[in-house]
Structures are given as C-alpha cells and as structure tokens.
C-alpha cells in the first residue's frame, strides 16, 4: 500500500510542472450490451493522442468493489489512502459548501425537521424544505451566541444546514440527536467520552439546541433541528509536506475547492466555468508545480442517467486539452473520482480509466489506440488503487529519490 | 502482500533445482518515443525462448511508483519486503565490500574530514580523496585496538571508509558524528537509549575516534573522521530457513555477494566474469537447490547513459542462456533488480520485465513473442510486487504444500 511517510522521505523540490484534470464521474457503462461506454462513445481525438503517446490504466479510487463517495474518491487521487483518513460527515458538509476548517472546530450536519407540541418529532425533514426557505431558518439562528465559542451556520441544500463551533479545547465525542425515526423526541446531547471537554461541549450544544427550540418554535413546516456526524477536520498532512508541490486548485464547485483545502492546495477563487480554469492555470502557471483542475458535469449529467449528454462533457473536455499541452507541462494526468455510469445514474465501483502523459518517461502503451475503458485494460500501467497515483505522478515528474541505497 | 511466516510454513524440501538470473538494471525506456527498449531491441534469441515456453510479467521491486536501491531492489527478489526489512546505511556499507557481518556487529559508514587547529570541520569530504589514499589512511587506523572489541577498518570508495565493531552486548543506539555542515566540530558519540550497551558502546567509539585524532593529526588533507549510519544485521531469516532451499551466490561484484549474504546464500569466491560463473554453476549443480547468478553491466551501461552498450549487454546475457538450460534446471527466473532507463542515466521506478519458465507447470502466455517490457504486458504473469517471486519460484519448483487443507 502507498504510504505516505515513505513517500514524503523520497519526495524532493523540482522545476517540473503537472497537471491532474479531474472528470468527475469519468466511468462509465455500455448503453447497450457490448456497445461503447460513455468515454468511448466519445470523439476525443487529443485525449486519445495523450493516451497513444503516455500510459493508461484503471485506477479504483477506494478498494475492488468499492463505490467511492467525492471524498474518498479525491483523497486517493490525491494521495491519501481514503481508507485510514475518514472525513466525517460534518466536516464534508462544511467542506462542500467551501468553508475552510480549523484545528479548533467541531462541525456536524443540521437537518431542519418538524415537531409537535409537545416536541415529539413528525417529519424528519421538515417536508423536505427548499435551499431558499433553508437559507430563511437559518437566518433566524445564526447569531444564536456561546459563551467563549464562535458558532457558523450555513445552509447546505433542502432541509440540510452545517453548524461549526470553533473554539480551543472542544471535543466531538458527542452523540447524535437524531432519533432516526418519528415519534421520538430530539435527542438530548451528551458526552461519548469521559472528558471536561467532551462535557463543556455537550453542554454548549444543548444551549445552542435550547436556544434555537425557542427562536424558530412558531415557525412552520421546519420548528426544531437535529444534529449528526460529528466531526474534526482530519488534519491531513499537506501536499507541500508529503510531496513537496506547490499545488494550486482550480475547481469550480465548492465541495471540491473544500477537498482541495484539506490537504492544503491554495483554492483558486472566482471561476465560474472551464474558461475561467483554463485562463487561471495560464495566469498561475510560474507560481506552482501542480495544479487541479476539476470538471464537475461529467458526474452530473452520469448522475442524470443522460447518456448522450454525459458524452459531450466528455468531448467538450477534449477540446480544452491542447490548451494545457500549450503550457508545456511535464506530466498531464486525466482520470475521474470514481465512475457515474449513465445506466445506473449514480457514482459506482467500476474503476477509472486514467492516462498518465509525460514525454520522456513513459513506455509503449501497447496496442492503445484511445482512451476508453477497455482500452485502458490493454495499458501499460494497469489496474491499481488510486493512492499509487501520486507516486507515480511525482516519479513521472523526476521529483522522487530512490529508496535504499 | 507476501508473508515470509506463511512461505515459511509451506516450503518444503524437494531435488528440483532453480537459477535465478538478475540482470542488473534490466529495465529500459525508449530512446525515441514510440521506439523499442533496451531489451527490446536487442537480438535475444534465448531468452524469447522461454519467454514464449515459460510465463512473463512485470515486477514492482519496492512497490509502484518507487525506484529502489540495489539493496532494496536484491530483498524484494530474494521475498523479503523491502519496506519491511531496512538495511542501513553503515552496513550497507560493509556489505557493499564483501565484509560478511555477524549478529555481534555494530556498523558504521565512516568519512575521511578535513579540520583546523582548533578541530573543527573545514571539508567534510576532505577534498573527495581518492580511493588509493583513503586505503592509504585507512592503514593509518586500522590495527586501533579497543578492550574486548574486534575492530575491522576497510576502504570503501573515495572518502569513505566502514567500521565494524565487532563484540557480544554492543548497541547500534547512537549518534550520527557528522555536524552536517563545516564551521562545527565532529560531535561526540552519546547513547541514544539508556542502557548499558549503548552506553558502553559509545564510550568504546569516543576512545577509537580519540585514537584516530592522535594517529592522523598531521596528515593532509585528510586528517579526521566522521562517522554515521550506525546500524546492525537486519537479522533477516535465511533462505533455508524460509525457503528450504541450499543457496549460491554466483557474483562478481562485492555488494550482490554482501546482498546474498545477509539471507544466508553461500559465497561463491573467485568469479570475476561469467564464464567463471557459468563453470562455477555447472561444478556446484549437485550441491546446491537454488543459483543466484548477477550480472551488472546491464545496469552499468544504463548508468552511462549507452543505450546501444546495454543493448550489446543484454545480447551477451542471452548467449549464456544455453548453457544454463545444458544443466536441467527446473525453473528459471530472469529479471532484474530494478530499470536503469539509459535515457534517465538513473535506477527508475519502472516495473521490471519477468520471466519463469519451468516445464511442465507454466500456462500459456498469450500472445508473447519474446522478452520485452511492452510483451511482458500481456504476459501470463501480470503486474505484481516482487516479494512474491519466491513464492512463485517455489510453487513452480513443486516445493510448496497447500495452505489449509
């Protein structure tokens, strides 16, 4: 197994340049029976030439049969083994709306949900509230003040809010209040460990809960929250640390600009579209050494069950490639977080295709014509776990020492 | 990953005979894109042979993405784990010479320093003396007797020297000498745990390095030692114990005898070409179950930078193929400890071309033509890390029980 430690005792500077374009969702499935997938349906002409003149291969962003979430899938592109740095459910929603974490915050997850009079739930989701009416309760709760404790509360989407309380010394040892089912009462917040710090915490969130209870109780259909999922941010070492890259991250959505700072990539702010990537990785290009560019609508339109639209994602991402290889970039890596085949409209376990382009170091792709998933079977990297990715990459890019002497 | 404690349960003593052919730095890259490898070009009538009777593949030395050491790359075929076996430095070093260490042994690598009047370090190479003069030096030191400690002193190249101490109950829990910069004096060797071993140990080096001073006060340039790298045996299992097979080392260079010794192979002496190693392999067939035979100029034309020299190299290997399979052997194994791409002048994180070809238990390997990196793709074997050789090797020599019933 890729192992960090190691890797950052053989990591070393350099001049090199590299490039990680991420497709989200990148896999895919056959329409039909023995039909292409979405990759291969695609005309990608300067992908395929990437793929004719450097490696391809099947990563699996977790483990063989294991269908990754955006976190997992990230983590293992980005060198951190998904499987023994968790990001807890708080913490994702925090990150997924680009709020950056410090060593000093609990997050959890909010649901808005609905009670009655005598405060016994009856919709765990409040009827499934709008992102508006969300933004409009949380508003009603966000000034809500802790003694000694800075509190954050932001909407996510639908009935979903993140709550952050930052301070020195709290804990998130604390259960959940989510009874998971109607007819229970919120439950009461207590500590799950025998600390002054997971106490003084419980007892803060329950003035919080106590203190929301009576701002929002007369409101309707959402009048109470739960809270789960608990979490610190998991204090990943940083990409400069393990290997030694200036990283930039150029993404789009925050979820992804979220990831990217937590294993401390500079987030690129203001992009709004491919264009806006593309004119910023020109712009950075002498200030770093690596760069993330992350594409969000393959994975949206494979989670649409859209074929058809999925592959001209796919083949709108081609057209921009000429436009990184202007920038003369030692080592291009194009590969997905995990698979959104359009079939199953939803992320999956099937590994992802990835092509690893560095003039110079690269060995014959054998019988490679193009980039595909049944293509890449025939590659000359393989199929291995995506946290061997980085090694690869930073080996690609002359920027690691020998192991032993 | 490959488990020496479950080998080690499962080997079994049997009369099949097995030669392992490690041609240094097998691996190539390309010298145009698209081009053949080193391998690959070359005119390997032999060794396509079995290529195409036999099974190929690829091994990973260390692991993906990593480019070993030859210490390292020698573990990873011997089937001891690299990452978990270590070999430090001072013995490395020792073993580097031919110097055979016992479990008694403390080792050091030693550099010839430069320092002024007053003792402090003013070259910590001492101008990169040559090696003549540091074998010179060395006589200067070497008979430096200590109480109750055997102390051996060889030269080893340029500035560089190794020490052994060799005596029951020393301990290897020191400090490095060297300051790492000029302008300070060489430190004074303390126990780094609080034992007596390691406090005896270290008085005993403070009084050899004193003894040192005296002795080469006036010389110049060099006129002072550094030492560092303290270390012991890896205490490795023998072959015989894990593999049950009767081992010999048939090498010409020290550092790949030193390599085997420490698995316990058996030393073959005297062999300076591989005339002398193939006259050796036919003399000793009827003593021995298993044949290590290097070859280095495979790595040291790839070194150089010669792609069209390792050519020639890899073309001799192939000549002397016939002469090993004069003797019956069971299996063979061909490959190498790691790729030394001519391009990259360097040891390379490229997996390494594999073949085993033992009649009668090898399936087909599709498609496969001859030895080479881009063939070794599709071959029988697949990609794997070479901690798993040994037990491939021994599987195929029918020295393996099942596990479980």
Not at 25 to 30: A, E
Not at 46 to 65: F, Y
Request: proline content about 6%.
């Amino acid at each position: 197994m890729a192992d960090l430690n190691l890797t950052r005792t053989l990591t070393q500077t350099g001049t090199t340049k590299i490039v990680m374009l991420v497709m989200d969702g990148l896999g895919g499935l056959p329409r039909t029976p023995g039909g292409p997938t979405e990759l291969e349906a695609a005309a990608t002409p300067n992908l395929d030439r990437l793929a004719r003149e450097g490696m391809t291969g099947l990563l699996h962003p977790v483990d063989i049969g294991i269908s990754p979430g955006s976190g997992p899938g990230h983590l293992g592109l980005f060198g951190y083994d998904p499987l023994s740095f968790l990001i807890g459910r708080g913490v994702l929603e925090a990150v997924g709306i680009g709020l950056q974490l410090t060593d000093d915050d609990v997050a959890a997850r909010g649901n808005f949900c609905t009670v009655d009079g005598d405060g016994v739930i009856t919709d765990r989701r409040a009827g499934r509230i709008s992102t508006d009416e969300c933004a409009r309760m949380v508003g009603l709760i966000e000034d809500i003040a802790l003694p000694g404790v800075e509190t954050i509360v932001k909407p996510v989407r639908d009935y979903r809010f993140a709550l952050i309380l930052r301070a020195p010394g709290l804990s998130e040892a604390l259960n959940e209040t989510d009874p998971q089912r109607t007819g229970l009462k919120p439950l009461v917040v207590e500590a799950q460990k025998d600390t002054a710090e997971a106490r003084r915490t419980a007892d803060l969130v329950n003035q919080w809960v106590d203190a929301v209870r009576v701002r929002i109780k007369d409101e309707h259909p959402a009048n109470m929250v739960t809270l789960r999922g608990w979490s610190r941010t998991p204090g990943l070492p940083t990409f400069l640390e393990v290997f030694k890259l200036k990283a930039a991250a150029l993404a789009v959505y925050p979820m992804y600009k979220g990831l990217a700072s937590l294993v401390g990539m500079d987030l690129i702010q203001g992009l709004a579209n491919v264009d806006d990537q593309l004119a910023a990785l020109a712009k950075l290009w002498n200030d770093y050494d690596f760069f993330f560019v992350h594409y969000k609508y393959t994975d949206s339109r494979g989670e649409d069950g859209d074929f058809d639209a999925k592959v001209a994602e796919i083949e709108k991402v081609d057209r921009i490639i000429p436009r990184i290889l202007d920038l003369k970039p030692n080592v291009v890596v194009v590969t997905g977080d995990h698979s959104t085949p359009s079939v199953l409209r939803s992320h999956s376990w099937h590994p992802v295709p990835v092509l690893l382009w560095a003039p110079g170091t690269t060995r014959a792709n054998p019988d490679v014509t193009g980039f595909g998933e049944t293509q890449c079977l025939s590659g000359a990297l393989g199929q291995f776990r995506a946290t061997y990715l980085m090694n690869l990459v930073t080996a690609h890019a002359l920027r690691q020492a020998k192991y032993g002497a």
